[in-house]
């Protein structure tokens, strides 16, 4: 297993439209293991293949509090929605950023496991939210971009501030 690197916001990387997994071989079973070790160790609550630059339709989430009941969705479908739910998010892509969300309350999603088997969820509450967080950045989506343009203005400038203030690869927080 190996930690994988993260994508940080703006880079153009994360706006990628991940493509369809064919078969879940071991190329795939190992992309899951090193996704789950980088989430975990992050420490995150989902993590998309976008993120870590590999543009293929993989999530892995756990939002239990014992942190041990991963969940893999390979080429994951949205089957059905309802309801509304608003979370503060916050993404490992984008450090230090905690911005309300509109999203659906409900969702049920069609998705094939780390085995390779298809299987339906229904998820609510911060499942449900965390899913469509994720199946965003398969469509290289990120959360940051639901906010109004003056607080993505912001967003950027404070980022930009921090690359300043912390110039050489040593003085930034690697994530490797
Ligand atoms: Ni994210």
Known sequence: MALLHILRYPDPRLHKVAERVDRVDDRIRKLIKDMAET???APGIG???TQVDVHQRVIVIDVSETRDQLRVFVNPERVAISGEAE???GCLSVPGVF???QRAG???VRALGADGE???LEAEGLLAVCIQHEMDHLEGKVFV???SRLKQQ???ARIKKQERQTPGPEGRRVVL
């Open 47 to 49: 993590l998309a293949a």
């Open 118 to 120: 298809p299987y339906t």
């Open 106 to 108: 409900k969702i049920t």
């Open 99 to 101: 911005e309300k969300v």
């Open 87 to 89: 979370w503060e998010e």
């Open 154 to 156: 912001r967003i950027l």
């Open 39 to 41: 989430m975990y160790a």
């Open 145 to 147: 971009e639901y906010l």
